[in-house]
């Protein structure tokens, strides 16, 4: 273990689509001070942990990059410092903003039981909750909500929302939710809804009723591109449903495109246009809530597996085993990094070659369903993560209001 692993040990143990189904309810923009949500974004194809949260104060950080190191704070394209150990991707300006307001907890050298590199097995294994792929149908977002307390039920038609072209696995299950997508068709003309508004409108309540929603559904789709660059518009698409009163309490919003076999160094490489998007995605979601309701409100930010320490041969990583996991909100008591940190020796190295792993994604996941949303420890192992004992959920990771 490195020398710090001990201290940060100690902080872990203590610590699609129709123009009608385009269309966001008209919602009422309060909530009761009761409330909390919860937000899961799924990074897919494997985020590079040590690119996102650099460990530039390791001694060996530099060497075991092998040309992809972000350099130290201060430096040129240097890291964000954190905690004089830690820091993290100059391209996430906003979450370390938020580190220093004390509403960011970066998690690192985590990773969910599953240790073989195929993006299926990994990300099915990470959504259903269980140890091994496959191994339960449902996912354990969806069996949380079944055992939220009354209250946090009550009077939602919906308890989740997954803000994705399909229901993604951790949203599927038992419990009443819904799914949202943007249209992958071209949008209403704005000029050709209005001439028919001012036709028609007037003479019929229904025909008015549904060009109004179709006029909504225009400026809803206005400004989302295609690819990674609509995450922003994704996550303030989450933040309308979950303002709402009688809304969901929870979302799972999907980011794709994290699989940097190639290519990941550079300004304007994926992997930087990808970590943009995710800051300006926390970024939009808190402005779309509002500072009352982002004050009740944790997100998840995950991904299937790390990457490889080292640069390969086509200046990328490959498929790895322990990474970072980022836990943002207002509700989250922050400005910590937690890491029970290995080391990154050659000898310390997971199979020789990945971060490894000292953290389980399903510690993280326990707390904030336990601290934050209220679901009681027995569900959790009997339902939510059968079989995950050994998974103890982290403390302290949440503010008490």
């Not at 310390?348 to 369903?369: N, V």
Request: aromatic fraction near 6%; charged fraction near 20%; glycine fraction near 12%.
């Amino acid at each position: 273990m490195a020398g710090r692993g001990l201290d940060r040990r100690q902080l872990i143990a203590g610590a699609g689509l129709t123009i009608g189904a385009l269309v966001l309810p008209r919602l009422a923009w309060s909530a009761t001070p009761t409330d909390r949500r919860l937000v899961v974004v799924i990074l897919r194809g494997a985020m590079d942990g040590l690119s996102a949260a650099p460990a530039y104060g390791d001694p060996d950080f530099e060497t075991a990059r092998n040309g992809l190191a972000i350099p130290r704070p201060g430096q040129e394209g240097g890291a964000l410092d954190l905690d004089g150990f830690f820091g993290l991707n100059p391209a996430l300006k906003g979450l370390a903003g938020r580190y220093a307001a004390k509403e960011l907890v970066v998690v690192h050298a985590i990773a969910s039981p599953y240790r073989d590199r195929s993006h299926f097995d990994a990300q099915n294994l990470l959504e259903n909750g269980s140890d091994k792929p496959y191994g339960l149908a449902d996912g354990w977002l969806n069996r949380a909500l079944d055992g939220l307390p009354p209250a946090s039920r009550a009077g939602r038609k919906d308890l989740g929302v997954a803000v994705a072209a399909s229901m993604p696995l951790m949203m599927r299950g038992p419990s009443p939710v819904t799914s949202w997508s943007p249209s992958l068709l071209p949008s209403p003309d704005a000029g050709l809804i209005a001439r028919a508004q001012a036709l028609y409108g007037a003479s019929d309540p229904k025909l008015a009723a549904a060009l109004s929603a179709a006029s909504d559904a225009q400026r809803q789709a206005e400004g989302m591109g295609r690819g990674q660059d609509n995450f922003p518009a994704l996550m303030a698409a989450a933040a309308r449903f979950l303002r709402a009163p009688d809304g969901p309490c929870a979302a799972v919003v999907e980011s794709t495109g994290w699989d940097t076999h190639a290519g990941q160094k550079g300004e304007f490489g994926a992997l930087q246009r990808n970590l943009r998007g995710l800051d300006a995605g926390i970024d939009a979601l808190a402005v779309g809530l509002g500072d009352d309701a982002w004050s009740r409100t944790a997100v998840l930010v995950v991904t299937e597996f790390g990457r490889t320490v080292a640069m390969n041969g086509t200046a990328g990583t490959d498929h790895g085993a322990g990474g970072a996991a980022f836990l943002v909100g207002g509700a989250v008591k922050g400005g910590r990094v937690l890491a029970d940190w290995p080391g990154l020796k050659p000898a310390d190295l997971y199979a020789g070659r990945d971060l490894k792993p000292t953290a389980d994604l399903r510690a993280l996941f326990k707390a904030a369903l336990r601290d934050h949303m209220g679901v009681d420890d027995a569900r959790l192992e009997r339902d939510v993560f059968p079989g995950s004992s050994s998974a103890k959920p982290m403390d302290g990771l949440f503010r008490q209001t």
